[in-house]
């Protein structure tokens, strides 16, 4: 019923993923979570759109996003360097593996590189304990990894 | 009502089974202390400094959100618990600034009062403090997130009560702020600046842009001559800043503290109240018998209220009364039809309202229709807390000030100008003169008790000699969309409207409970003030405003009649579709 903001268009499978859940209690964080395998990350305008859609105000889902670590408000790079630091990974040096990679890539936790290539995380334990410290790319688990072992990984993903 | 036995302290008690712990203490005269609770709202447990004891269970729980069940002995005070709540303040105090000298609380404050009682002498604590910046970009409110304490009672107010939600909790843990979605400024969020946020923050962290300085500055300019007028509510509050009981009638005390402060000429808003009522009503009788636009017509005066409208449901623009607020017509009258009377050229006026209101702080710019005169109508408005205080350090012994009167030709109101600042005033007001401009005769009874009282939503119907005439009331922001859902309703399903009148004001209670009004507003403080506004009514010897002598000479020396062309030019505006979030 008001003037709106620039919009997205949702891609039709999304559309009826809403349309399903949109009167089922819990359905904020089910959308958000499939907003989020679409776009890599919840963009403003899509936070917009779910809030017409399920008649859910923006401050609302902004309270959700930001208090969930697993939502991300930025997007992240072509491939999102995911460095374990549960308490296996920890124990194992996985906070070095995460200080190698910020200067092999000139940025810092949580940013992205200028190309748009490469962003690091630290998240919480994989589910890998065995294979510590684990390095996570995309689908990708490299365990037992040392500093050494990062250049290359590094230029396995470059396009 | 079902009652419970219970036990406080040892002592047997017998308390409604719908009590909370909180609540049932009160009956034997125990007050357990609370910070994040607030009675207007629901229990929302945040600060932890009302636990008790379960005699029996080794768990405390908190008395704010704990309903009261049989048998149940419960302990509110000992040395452990005394120990655990300073503890609790302790921590709160590690987080929150030690600005207590500066702070526009100072003296207020319920965090420092507390920290008083408790005698908290020393921080053990580390100290971890928030930096982030002040956000000052509406007109009215400004936000301070240092001096946050998480308790909540803004966000709830903004969300459960008024239906707005432009705050929310951003973040978590030691992290979490409360602010606008999407990292943005207030401004450009929802809100409609009604300011309950600051009339219900705890502490100094959400305060109304004080602009007391603007005012001295302004008495202080020999070139200007200063004409303030007040507004129907502040009359039945101030008194509150100097002891009085809420509800007590200051207004003569008003009038004479403004001219002490420095005031050349006092007006009082409840004249433009009246005016608003003659052209409102003429709106409404010509809706009605000439279907000059569409029904229900729907009151304009509160400008939260047309924030809201203009952002959450711009379809009801053509239901609006084009009939400006008061404080508007007020304004625009001083610079035109008073200074043209005596002989003052309006560029040397500065016109100040004093408002229960902090919305209003944003209404005088809103558009261009806020410059009829050719002037800016209304150059400052000032709350009754920013009043209050500028009285207090000019040295006003307010107490004992003789009752003075104010000024003319704008300054005399009927009882209905003066009903304006409670809920259901500004219909009844616009009953009693939409009947004589119907029927030709005036009320026999001029009370409208069908919508009087503070339920959220009150429906009625008025006998218009034969003709039922069907009205609503709304009042607490988030009460309006049930009536704004049955107007729909009835449009797209063709059927007949449900009312030709609804009246709509943003705050509960009215503006009585206004967001600028003293703090520590409840219920019960609500009732005073508004019986404060009945009596007042009630003690005028005219009460209907198309009987106000001065609204006759001005019709009859200036505007002609009520939706004249003057008239529409000085006293009407426009609304328009406004998007709920500008960025």
């Given at each position: 019923m008001s003037v709106k903001n620039d919009t997205i268009e949702f891609p039709d499978e999304l559309l009826a993923f809403i349309r399903v859940w949109k009167e089922k209690p819990g359905n904020l964080i089910m959308v958000l979570h499939k907003v989020q395998e679409e776009y890599g990350y919840i963009p403003r305008e899509a936070a917009d759109r779910v809030s017409e859609l399920l008649e859910v105000p923006l401050a609302k889902i902004y309270g959700v996003i930001t208090f969930?670590?697993?939502?991300?408000l930025t997007k992240p790079g072509k491939y999102n360097m995911q460095v374990c630091l549960g308490t296996a990974c920890y124990l194992k040096g996985g906070d070095t593996l995460l200080e190698e990679l910020e200067n092999l890539l000139g940025i810092k936790t949580n940013e992205v590189t200028d190309d748009g290539l490469y962003s690091i995380e630290a998240v919480r334990c994989v589910g890998c304990c065995g294979l510590a410290p684990v390095l996570v790319v995309g689908e990708e688990v490299f365990g037992k990894v040392t500093k050494d072992q990062l250049p290359g990984i590094i230029s396995k993903f470059k396009k | 009502m079902s009652t419970v036995h219970m036990k406080i302290n040892g002592t047997p008690v017998e308390v409604s089974s719908e009590m909370t712990l909180l609540q049932a203490a009160k009956t034997v005269n125990v007050n357990i202390p609370t910070l994040c609770y607030h009675p207007d709202l629901p229990a929302w447990a945040a600060c932890g400094i009302c636990v008790v004891k379960l005699e029996n269970s080794p768990k405390m729980v908190r008395a704010c959100a704990t309903p009261v069940a049989e048998g149940m002995s419960i302990i509110t005070h000992d040395p452990e618990l005394h120990q655990i709540r300073k503890t609790v303040l302790e921590l709160i105090l590690s987080t929150h600034p030690n600005s207590c000298l500066t702070c526009?609380?100072?003296?207020?404050?319920e965090l420092q009062r507390l920290a008083g009682e408790f005698g908290i002498r020393e921080q053990p604590y580390e100290i971890r403090l928030k930096d982030l910046p002040k956000d000052e970009s509406t007109p009215s409110i400004v936000l301070n997130p240092e001096k946050c304490i998480n308790c909540g009672r803004c966000a709830q107010v903004c969300q459960e009560v008024q239906g707005v939600w432009a705050l929310e909790f951003v973040g978590r843990g030691e992290h979490t702020i409360i602010a606008p979605a999407a990292n943005l400024l207030l401004d450009d969020s929802p809100c409609i600046k009604c300011g309950q946020c600051s009339a219900h923050c705890p502490v100094g962290a959400i305060f109304e842009k004080d602009q007391t300085r603007n005012f001295l500055n302004a008495v202080n300019d020999t070139t200007k001559k200063v004409i303030v007028q007040i507004a129907p509510a502040v009359r039945v509050a101030i008194g509150e800043g100097f002891d009085a009981d809420p509800g007590c009638v200051c207004t003569g005390k008003t009038y004479a503290a403004l001219r002490r402060l420095g005031a050349d000429v006092v007006f009082d808003t409840n004249f433009a109240a009246d005016l608003t009522i003659m052209e409102e009503g003429s709106e409404l009788v010509q809706r009605l018998t000439q279907g000059s636009g569409p029904l229900p017509q729907i009151t304009s005066c509160c400008p939260a209220w047309t924030d809201y409208m203009e952002k959450y449901?711009?379809?009801m623009i053509p239901h609006f009364s084009t009939a400006k607020s008061p404080m508007m017509m007020q304004g625009a009258l001083t610079k035109t039809y008073y200074a043209e009377k005596a002989k003052?050229?309006?560029?040397?006026i500065f016109s100040v309202a004093i408002m229960p209101c902090t919305a209003k702080k944003y209404e005088i710019t809103r558009d261009d229709n806020m410059f009829a005169s050719g002037q800016q109508d209304v150059d400052l408005v000032l709350t009754t807390r920013e009043l209050i205080r500028l009285i207090k350090a000019s040295g006003i012994d307010f107490v004992n000030l003789p009752d003075e009167k104010a000024d003319s030709p704008i300054g005399m109101y009927a009882g209905a100008g003066t009903l304006f600042g409670n809920t259901g005033g500004v219909m009844e007001a616009a009953i009693r003169t939409a009947y004589t401009l119907v029927t030709g005769e005036n009320m026999k009874d001029v009370n409208v008790t069908a919508v009087r009282g503070m339920e959220g939503v009150k429906r009625g119907s008025v006998d218009f000699n034969g003709t039922e005439v069907k009205v609503a009331v709304a009042h607490g922001m988030g009460n309006v969309t049930e009536l704004i859902e049955e107007v729909r309703q009835a449009r797209e399903q063709n059927l007949p409207i449900p009312y030709h009148f609804i009246e709509v004001m943003a705050c509960r209670g009215g503006c009585?409970?206004?967001?600028?009004?003293?703090?520590?507003?409840t219920d019960e403080v609500r009732l005073q003030r508004i019986s404060g506004l009945y009596a007042d009514d009630e003690r005028s010897t005219i009460r209907c405003s198309h009987e106000n002598p001065e609204i006759q000479t001005l019709y009859k020396d200036y505007l002609g009649a009520p939706l004249s062309e003057k008239s529409h030019h000085l006293l009407h505006t426009t609304y328009q579709e406004r998007k709920l979030y500008k960025k």
């Open positions: 969930y670590h697993f939502f991300k | 526009g609380r100072n003296g207020s404050c449901a711009p379809d003052i050229d309006p560029k040397d009585i409970a206004g967001g600028g009004q003293p703090y520590a507003t």
